[in-house]
Nanobody
Framework: QVRLVESGGGSVQAGGSLRLSCAAS????????IGWFRQAPRKAREAVVC????????FYLDSVKGRFTIARENGENTVYLQMNGLKPEDTGLYYC??????????????????WGPGRMVTVSP
């Protein structure tokens, strides 16, 4: 059974940092591109960033460039999202998702095969 599980996150004041982890079981992450998405209250889910199997990073939000970094640790079957300089507008439920490597990264939710349950990130002013 394939599972993706996010951990980390939580609450922080503006300017602070948090790290999210996406751990996989039942699949080998190095065979998948991994995307991070987020959903703010009363808003649609949006793509944040994706890392391909060749470690190529694709950012879908200009607002997080220079503040968020994504990295994969294939030996741990885990992908990390480091978030620095957090802002209140970064608040939301963060999801990781997996898409087979043959398709590459995508900003469309419907392209991903597997999803984690999500992890809340709250940034206070």
């Amino acid at each position: 059974q394939v599972r993706l599980v996010e951990s980390g996150g939580g609450s922080v004041q503006a300017g602070g940092s948090l790290r999210l982890s996406c751990a996989a079981s039942g699949l080998t992450l190095e065979a998948y591109a991994i995307g991070w998405f987020r959903q703010a209250p009363r808003k649609a889910r949006e793509a944040v960033v994706c890392i391909g199997t060749n470690d190529l990073k694709t950012f879908y939000l200009d607002s997080v460039k220079g503040r968020f970094t994504i990295a994969r640790e294939n030996g741990e079957n885990t992908v990390y999202l480091q978030m620095n300089g957090l802002k209140p507008e970064d608040t939301g439920l963060y999801y990781c998702a997996a898409i087979p490597a043959m398709f590459g990264c995508s900003g469309a939710t419907e392209d991903y095969d597997y999803w984690g349950p999500g992890r809340m990130v709250t940034v206070s002013p």
